[in-house]
RNA sequence: CGGGGUGUAGCUCAGCCUGGUAGAGCACUUGCUUCGGGAGCAAGGGGCCGGAGGUUCAAAUCCUCUCACCCCGACCA
């Protein structure tokens, strides 16, 4: 492609709105421009990066034995009613209405549609198990979207959902779809994790989140620094400590603590460390306010508190005017000690002695205090996030490693659903003994447009974007130096771009007439991997000049041996 | 949804406090020079100052409403 010919839309300055570096990048580049908060075009340049995504995807797809379709972007309520989730989903399902002013809505995904098609289509277990995907914009209409296309309420997505006979099955092709992403995300030139994560409110038994690591990244992991143990904090395990809870050394006391009411404050004023500190959380329970309780320096992890019995789901705090009515103080002095209501205590919290906490006395907490001693020994659960150096829970605890904390971008996410939309929607087939089976299905999506800005959040320099062979707009770029000056320039330069055309390259020929430094600017901005340069000093020696993106330096390379060079740069040969 | 901020040329922004002929840099057009890392000079084109209403002789500027966009928050314990 000639550059003159390409709406190169490249911008020196950053635009206002960007905050994230491959949000600057993708609009200085010219790849992408906004039309609304989180809906995005995109320009011939991103949309060839993306095409590039897609066609990976599509391939590892196939390869895997998946089947493409392409379904409905607008769905009818009726289906969302059938699954239960019209009531569910909440603002963030775009509901709009046809002029008979029938309920529909822009699909944020698609497991109604994909069920209600295969329950039509598929009635025997010979049919299984079959995988079908497609690749196609959703909606989803976020609170906040923010960092470009990166959480965009448009967006391209890979969404495939498997149907079986037996768990078994699933299990199989859930397998296949993680090597199967592990491909796909290798083959895109990231460094990723799989990450064991929440199956969330949709059940089942296995999920796993594909994170691109990336200081920008949104959600936090939880790493082993010694076995492959990675798992989205959501969900991480925290190994209950080591050894036995001390015994008491001093009587309980209280102590005047006007005025403090965070554990920094406290933990600061008391001159105690706050990994000798409680905080007492109260909210809503199952039967009654339910306290519960952290050590200091650690944070509840909502995820797991709501799978205690005795919470109430969603997790919800209690208002100040209840804490004033079961604890008798403000919220900052609560402490465990004298209530009157269910009190669950993290491992950690559980396993300490002599401690720091409130004293349900506004103004006052109360120090060396024991669990057994001076309050009841509380129920004990899992319900803390953990935190770097916390020893890993791998290898059935026995992993010695510690947990590092590291910030991942998702772009991939592949769970086994069950049933619970093939049981909804009575999504059945007749099994080898001739019996009414509902199929489990599985299902896996990738965030297509996420995996550009990912890619670039991981790839890219002061100069621009830095693309990997594999999803670059163009493999090479080819800029001539005075091609409207030098016959002899322009000469070899169209000849070298049609050999190059000719032997597959997939060429961005700079022919536009400006200077050398505003083409070596824009090349490098929009990143392409390999670059090409002709002038007259090197024709003169029978030389064109190589530089790869993340070279220092160019080098001479002989014009006839181009080709070969090139297809060595891009290791299509060795 | 709550709080804060910003809307002025295609982009980045000044002007607003203290009302009086709408600006700069970049980008764009033309010419000349320049030509290996975002050139120089000259001449140009381009603005319902987000929208509506109000105050005033006079509003980009003051007031009210509204829309859009951006940021922060939604865990004091």
């Not at 933990?267 to 905080?279: E, G, N, Q």
Request: glycine letters at 8%.
């Amino acid at each position: 492609m000639r550059a003159s010919r390409l709406l190169l839309s490249t911008v020196r300055e950053t635009p206002a709105e960007a905050e994230t570096i491959s949000h600057k990048l993708m609009l200085r580049a010219g790849m992408i421009r906004k039309l609304a908060a989180g809906i995005y075009t995109w320009l011939p340049l991103g949309l060839r990066v993306l095409r590039r995504v897609e066609a990976i995807v599509r391939e590892e797809m196939d390869r895997a034995g998946a089947q493409e379709v392409l379904m409905p972007a607008v769905q009818p309520a009726e289906l969302w009613q059938e699954s239960g989730r019209w009531d569910v989903y909440g603002p963030e399902l775009l509901r709009l209405q046809d002029r008979h002013r029938r309920d529909f809505c822009f699909g944020p995904t698609h497991e109604e549609v994909i069920t209600d098609l295969i329950r039509r289509e598929i009635k025997s277990y010979r049919q299984l198990p079959a995988n079908f995907y497609q690749i196609q914009m959703k909606f989803r209409d976020e609170i906040r979207p923010r960092f470009g296309v990166m959480r965009a309420r448009e967006f391209l997505m890979k969404d495939a959902y498997s149907f079986h006979v037996d768990q078994a099955s699933l299990k199989e092709t859930y397998d296949v779809m993680y090597d199967t992403y592990s491909r796909i995300f290798r083959r895109v030139g990231l460094a990723f994790r799989p990450v064991a994560a929440d199956t969330g409110a949709i059940g089942g038994s296995a999920s796993h989140e594909f994170h691109v690591l990336a200081d920008s990244g949104e959600d936090a992991i939880a790493l082993c620094n010694a076995c492959d143990y990675a798992a989205n904090v959501e969900l991480a395990t925290a190994l209950p400590p080591f050894g036995k809870r001390a015994a008491p050394t001093a009587a309980m006391e209280p102590v005047a603590t006007p005025g403090q009411h965070t554990i920094e404050e406290v933990s600061r004023f008391l001159k105690v460390d706050p990994k000798r500190t409680l905080k007492t959380l109260l909210v809503r329970g199952t039967g009654g306010v339910v306290a519960l309780v952290l050590r200091g320096d650690h944070e509840l992890n909502p995820i797991k508190a709501e799978k205690l019995a005795h919470v109430a789901k969603p997790l919800e705090f209690v208002t100040p005017g209840e804490v004033e009515a079961v604890a008798h103080c403000e919220p900052g002095s609560i402490g465990p000690a004298g209530l009157a209501i269910q009190v669950i205590a993290d491992e950690s919290a559980a396993r300490l002695a002599d401690f720091v906490c409130g004293a349900n006395k506004d103004g006052q907490h109360l120090r060396n205090v024991n669990w057994g001693r001076d309050l009841p020994e509380p129920e004990v659960a899992d319900i803390r996030n953990v935190i770097a150096g916390d020893p890993c829970p791998g290898n059935e605890g026995k992993c010695n490693g510690t947990l590092e904390i590291r910030r991942g971008i998702e772009v991939g996410h592949i769970f086994q659903l069950g049933t619970k939309y093939s049981e909804a929607m009575q999504a059945t087939v007749l099994d080898d003994a001739g019996r009414t089976v509902v199929m489990p299905m599985g299902c896996y999506g990738i965030g297509v447009s996420r995996v550009v800005a990912a890619a670039i959040e991981q790839n890219h320099d002061d100069n621009g974007i830095i693309w990997s062979d594999a999803i670059a707009p163009f493999q090479v770029a080819l800029v001539p130096i005075g091609y409207h000056k030098s016959q002899a320039v322009r000469t070899a330069a169209e000849e070298l771009y049609h050999t190059l055309t000719g032997a597959g390259f997939d060429v961005l020929f700079d022919d536009r007439n400006e200077r050398p430094g505003v083409m070596f600017a824009d090349l490098d901005l929009i990143g392409i991997p390999h670059r090409l340069v002709l002038g007259d000093k090197g024709l003169a020696k029978g030389t064109a000049e190589y530089k790869g993106r993340r070279d220092e330096k160019a080098r001479d390379i002989a014009l006839a041996n181009v080709t070969t060079e090139l297809f060595q740069a891009l290791r299509l040969i060795d």
